[in-house]
């Protein structure tokens, strides 16, 4: 099938998802902090042909619902637990990107039994006592403030250099819906959150996929992570950014498509 665009209550508020393909194992692919749905299509396109899979714009992006909500971790992890509810999904597979990784950590902490496996790709490790994740708040903040006013693909290059016009002009059209209250809330919690502390009561399935050139994930934090989570699997694709498939699509297909629980 055509990707469609849909909406769904649940947790509350409405929730806005793309869906790419259908039949096979069934994926909630959570975006990181300033990613819409839409974003992620080409991606998730060709993640079709081995998933059936649902692309959530999160809370406060997109075309989900936002203005005055609680933007925590734990009313994220809360919308995943409930749209697979709401879905009827059985044990989908969740593949989280950056701050989506964080969630579905979170998530399948909170209940243990909604998700068959988790893709965790690239998750800050910052917290409480550790280092600060790597890109600065001004990062977000003049982006966001600049797709507000109005801005081209040109403009965008400034934020993302490496990206293809194509993918700048899109991240131009869409960042607007990035509220900023949102994504702050988001980028202070990347270190007041504890995600490490959820590791050790996750018994699914797990794939850690880790940035080879990016400074988000370092060999020590791979080995604590492993430690915490003895059985879980890591996949490095190296000489990529944080935003992997934007760096190297065919590396990132390489390191996910084979996921099955």
């Not at 293809?164 to 819906?177: I, K, N, Y």
Request: net charge negative; charged share 20%.
């Amino acid at each position: 099938m055509a990707m469609r665009g849909y909406n769904v209550h649940a947790n509350g508020i409405r929730h806005h998802l793309i869906q790419h393909g259908e039949g096979g194992p069934q994926m909630l692919l959570i975006p990181g902090i300033t990613s819409p749905a839409v974003t992620w299509d080409f991606v998730a396109e060709p993640l079709s042909a081995h998933f059936e899979v649902h692309v959530l714009d999160v809370r406060g992006r997109g075309l989900s619902q936002g203005c005055d909500l609680d933007y925590s971790l734990d009313a994220m992890a809360d919308d995943a637990v409930a749209l697979v509810q709401a879905l009827g999904m059985e044990a989908p597979i969740v593949l989280g990107h950056s701050m989506g990784a964080r969630t579905a950590i979170r998530a399948a902490r909170k209940a243990p039994k909604a998700f068959g496996g988790l893709i965790l790709v690239d998750p800050p490790v910052s917290g409480p006592g550790r280092r600060p994740y790597p890109s600065a708040w001004p990062w977000y903040e003049d982006s966001i403030l600049l797709a507000q006013r109005g801005c081209s693909a040109d403009d965008m290059k400034a934020f993302c250099p490496t990206w293809t016009e194509e993918q700048r002009a899109l991240r131009a059209e869409w960042l607007h819906s990035c509220d900023l209250h949102a994504i702050d809330v988001a980028y202070k919690g990347f270190h007041t959150d504890d995600i490490h502390q959820d590791l050790p009561h996750l018994d699914l399935p797990m794939r850690l996929v880790v940035a080879g050139a990016s400074p988000v994930i370092e060999e020590a934090d791979i080995a604590e992570i492993k430690s915490l989570a003895p059985h879980i699997a890591i996949t490095t694709v190296e000489g990529a950014g944080h935003m992997i498939p934007w760096d190297d699509l065919d590396g990132f297909l390489r390191a996910v498509s084979d996921f099955r629980i």
